[in-house]
C-alpha cells in the first residue's frame, strides 16, 4: 500500500520527500494548533477557555521559538527512521507488507494488539529510565525545558531521545508482521496526533471521547503537561495508564502531594 507508492525512489530522494512530508505535517498540524490556543488568552473568548488551561503561565517568544526548532530537526530524524523502514520492506529485509489480503483480518486484529502493547511498553520503559538514568536524562531533560509545553513541543526533543522513541517504526517489523499502513497509521496517531494533544495544556472538555484529569485509563493532556510542570516521578504513559498502574507511577488530581 503506502510503500509501493515510493518504490523504485532512491533513499536519499525518500528521506528528503518523507522528512518534507513530516515537517510540513508538524508545521500545520501543530503550529497552527498553537497559534490558536494562543489566540484563545488574547480573544473575547478567553473567560470561556481560561478554566481549562492546566497552566496560567503566558508562553514566551523565545520559548515557542526553541521548541519549533528542536522540532524541525526531530522531523529529520523520524523521517531517517521512516525512510530505511520503507528501505527494508522494499528490499525483504523485514516482515512489514503491503497486501490486505497476505493475512486474515484475525490476525491483522492481532497484529494491532501487539503493536500496541510494544509500544507501550517500549515508551514507557524508555521514558522511565530516561528520568532514572543519569546518561539518559542528560539527553532527556532538553524536552524538559519546556516545562510550560505547546503542541509544538511534540516532537521537541533532543537528536538521539527522538531517535529512540521513532525507532519502534523500525524494529516491530523485524519483530512480526504488519501491514504497512497499518504501522505508520498507528505512529502517526500515537506519536503525533495524540502528541500535539497531550502538549496543548487545555482539556477541552466538551469534545467527546477525549480523556480527562480524572481518566481512570487514559493518559490525558493534564497528566502530561503536570510531569512537564512539575517533573514528578510519575505519568511515564504515553497513552494509556496501563503501564503507570502496573509499576505504580499513576499522578492524578487527587494523588497525594
Keep these: 500500500m503506502v510503500v509501493e507508492l515510493f518504490s523504485g525512489i532512491g533513499f536519499l530522494p525518500l528521506y528528503v520527500g ?6 510540513m505535517s508538524y508545521t500545520i498540524i501543530a503550529g497552527g494548533l498553537t497559534y490558536w490556543l494562543l489566540n484563545l488568552g488574547t480573544s473575547h ?9 492546566t497552566q496560567k503561565a503566558k508562553h ?15 522531523c529529520t530524524i523520524i523521517g531517517f527512521n521512516v525512510t530505511i523502514a520503507m528501505y527494508l520492506c522494499n528490499n525483504n529485509k523485514s516482515y512489514m507488507f503491503t497486501n490486505l489480503t497476505d493475512y486474515t483480518i484475525v490476525y491483522h486484529i492481532l497484529s ?12 514507557y520503559a524508555f521514558h522511565y529510565a530516561s528520568h532514572k538514568i543519569n546518561f539518559l536524562w542528560q539527553v532527556h531533560k532538553r524536552h524538559h525545558l519546556y516545562s510550560n509545553p505547546t ?17 519502534p ?6 519483530l512480526f508482521p504488519v501491514l504497512d499502513i497499518t504501522l505508520f497509521s498507528w505512529f502517526s496517531f500515537i506519536s503525533f496526533v495524540y502528541g ?14 477525549l480523556p480527562t484529569p480524572h481518566s481512570k485509563y487514559f493518559i490525558s493532556a493534564w497528566h502530561h503537561n503536570i510531569h512537564h510542570k512539575k517533573n514528578i516521578d510519575g505519568n511515564y504513559g504515553l497513552f494509556t495508564k496501563t503501564m503507570d498502574y ?3 507511577t499513576v499522578y492524578d488530581p487527587q494523588t497525594p502531594p
Excluded at 473568548?45 to 488551561?53: N, S, V
Design 169 to 174: 517504526v523500525i524494529w516491530i517489523p523485524l
Design 112 to 123: 494491532m494488539i501487539m503493536m500496541w502493547f510494544v509500544t507501550e511498553a517500549f515508551e
Design 60 to 74: 514566551r517568544k523565545t520559548t515557542l521559538v526553541n521548541e519549533y526548532r528542536d522540532g524541525i530537526m526531530s
Design 45 to 53: 473568548r478567553q473567560p470561556k477557555y481560561q478554566h481549562r488551561k
Design 196 to 209: 500535539v494533544y497531550l502538549h496543548c495544556g487545555y482539556e477541552p472538555t466538551n469534545i467527546p471521547g
Design 246 to 248: 502496573i509499576f505504580n
Design 151 to 167: 503542541p509544538l513541543a511534540v516532537f521537541s526533543d533532543n537528536p538521539l531521545d527522538m531517535w529512540v522513541k521513532s525507532s
Design 18 to 23: 518523507i522528512t518534507l512530508m513530516i515537517a
